[in-house]
């Protein structure tokens, strides 16, 4: 078995697999994609493909493995919409939360405005998004065809994927060998979009007077400009 040296042992992918299975991966995507963040969606999913293809502690054949996968996916992200659609309001003006603030609900909802329905389906690669974006959508209101819509097709794409892409690549040799430094890099790169939204945030962030200083600092030297080009 595969051990992926980031987080608690209890969570990593063979703990999980080898304690509990096929079930044990179910409840984690069922979780993640609507209850609970912080729990290795992308890494477990990739390990399980592999396990398929190797026959070990996983012996359903990969498509019952892969539909089932993205069942789970897609009712956790249900079960996500509800919570924000009747709950959303109340978890999200709490002055005193550190993840259900308004601010949050604000960004995620520019998030929705910028990318539009398709927001869904990029938030399934995306760690801890993926948990919040169902909740917003339905604090947000959206129409639930399309966000039913756009869920099965993430679900779909991140589930059985994710799952596919580990049963194909783990039959390469030189991917077998190096498993636990693929688990490792498979999270790094899910984190880069998270690292990317933060700091284009901050960016956007910045305060409002070293903008005017500057446009202030212009706006004086023009006049100085046309005067030299006035003697000229």
């Not at 398929?52 to 089932?68: D, F, M, R, S």
């Not at 603030?101 to 909802?109: G, M, V």
């Not at 962030?205 to 023009?222: K, M, V, W």
Request: glycine letters at 10%; one cysteine or more; charged letters at 15%.
């Amino acid at each position: 078995m595969y051990t992926l040296a980031l987080g608690p042992e209890w969570l990593s992918p063979d703990y999980l697999i080898s304690h509990f299975g096929l079930v044990g991966i179910l409840v984690i995507v069922f979780a993640e994609s609507g209850l609970f963040a912080f729990l290795p969606g992308d890494s477990l999913l990739f390990t399980a493909g592999l396990l398929v293809a190797n026959g070990e502690y996983i012996k359903q054949p990969l498509w019952l493995v892969c539909t089932l996968i993205v069942a789970a996916a897609i009712i956790g992200d249900q079960v996500g919409y509800m919570i924000g659609k009747f709950f959303g309001p109340k978890l999200f003006n709490r002055p005193k939360s550190k993840v259900f603030k308004r601010e949050n609900l604000d960004k995620a909802h520019e998030f929705m405005d910028r990318h539009g329905p398709k927001a869904i389906v990029l938030a399934r690669f995306v760690p801890i998004i993926r948990t919040f974006a169902p909740m917003v959508a339905g604090a947000g209101a959206m129409k639930y065809r399309t966000f039913l819509t756009y869920n099965v097709i993430g679900g779909i794409s991140w589930g059985a994927g994710v799952t596919v892409a580990g049963y194909w690549l783990g039959q390469i040799e030189f991917i077998g060998k190096n498993i636990e430094a693929i688990l490792v890099l498979i999270v790094l790169i899910s984190v880069i979009p998270v690292v990317f939204e933060v700091l284009k945030a901050r960016k956007e962030s910045r305060p409002a007077g070293a903008e005017g200083a500057a446009a202030g600092a212009d706006a004086a030297a023009a006049p100085a400009q046309r005067g030299r080009h006035a003697k000229r």
